[in-house]
């Protein structure tokens, strides 16, 4: 039993030697290899390549190039251009600038000549701001708070009265009372007057704005500063310094106006644009007058007396 196991330990020192002289005898072989590639390697420099493969090419000389920068010549004068707009700058046949396209461009297409500024209807004169019941049963107590959009000021009357500044006449006043289901309290107030400058009834209601016969229009032009046109009605024709026109329609709901220019000249044919309000956010007519405050407070106010 003691000879079996001496006889495996032995074994096992004869593998481990035989594995390092296999691993020497490869490192040596490889150094000897990477020898004979280094003197093979060395053997070649300094020769020269022969064969038709193998032929030298010239070297190409490059001759640099000097720029010459003349000084940039003086631009003409009648530029013309928005401070966000840059201008369109053109090399006439001279090699100078200009501001004018050397051909004929078919894409330019002329101004109109107009813009909307105005589009609105005018306020009647007099308007309604509200009232003062001194006996719910009597209208005749009661005291009416009127606006006169000429003088700016407010004015005072009565059932009956004829206020001679302002030119009109009270001819009736009437309130009406409604009760909701939930018990809140409705009231209209109707005012009629008579104008005295024409004749005419015209009624009035605190809180509504009422409005004159007619709308206000105004056309001006950016190419010429000394347009303005105020058209009254469609199919009214006018003549500017840009050319000849023919409002076409009025629209007060979209706050447009359409316009037809009428050819002359070199146009040879209509140009028909709907022109938009400037500023068209803001609203075209004053719904309510800001001057009506009283008539709502005053409302509000007796409706807890009622």
């Known amino acids: 039993m003691r000879f079996s196991l001496m006889s495996n330990y032995y074994d096992k020192i004869l593998l481990i030697l035989g594995l390092i002289s296999l691993t020497m005898s490869a490192v040596v072989a490889t150094i000897f290899i990477s020898a004979a590639d280094v003197e093979s390697s060395a053997a070649l420099i ?15 000389q490059i001759q640099p190039n000097v720029a010459s920068w003349p000084e940039a010549p003086k631009q ?12 369109q700058i053109f090399l ?3 090699g100078n600038f200009t501001i004018k396209p050397p051909y004929e461009d078919a894409a330019i297409v002329q101004p109109f000549g107009l813009y909307l500024a105005k589009l ?9 701001d509200g009232y003062i019941e001194e006996d719910y049963n009597d209208a ?15 004015v005072r009357a009565r059932i009956g009265a004829t206020v001679d500044s302002s030119a009109f006449k009270v001819v009736s006043f ?9 018990g809140s309290l409705t009231k209209t107030a109707i005012v009629q007057i008579m104008d005295l400058r024409t004749g005419d009834t015209k009624t009035l209601t605190p809180g509504e704005a009422l409005y004159a016969e007619g709308i206000d229009i105004e056309l001006r032009s950016r190419e010429d500063q000394t347009v303005q046109v105020f058209p009254t ?28 220019k009428i050819p002359t000249g070199d146009e040879d044919e209509y140009r028909v644009e709907t022109l938009l309000l400037e500023n068209s956010f803001e609203s075209i007519e004053t719904i309510t007058n800001p001057n009506t405050a009283p008539a709502t407070i005053t409302d509000s106010f007796e409706s807890f007396f009622q």
């Open 92 to 94: 006439d046949d001279e």
């Open 120 to 128: 609105e209807r005018p306020l009647y004169r007099i308007q309604m």
């Open 233 to 260: 009605f469609e199919g009214q024709e006018f003549s500017t310094s840009l050319g000849e026109y023919k409002v076409e329609a009025i629209n007060l709901d979209a706050r447009t106006i359409t316009v037809k």
């Open 140 to 154: 005749s107590k009661t005291l009416l708070l009127f606006h006169d959009i000429e003088s700016g000021g407010s």
């Open 76 to 87: 003409s004068t009648g530029w013309v251009y928005d401070v966000f707009t840059p201008p």
């Open 46 to 60: 300094g020769k020269s390549l022969q064969g038709e493969n193998f032929k030298q090419l010239p070297i190409p």
């Open 174 to 182: 009437d309130v009406s009372r409604e009760f909701g289901e939930d």
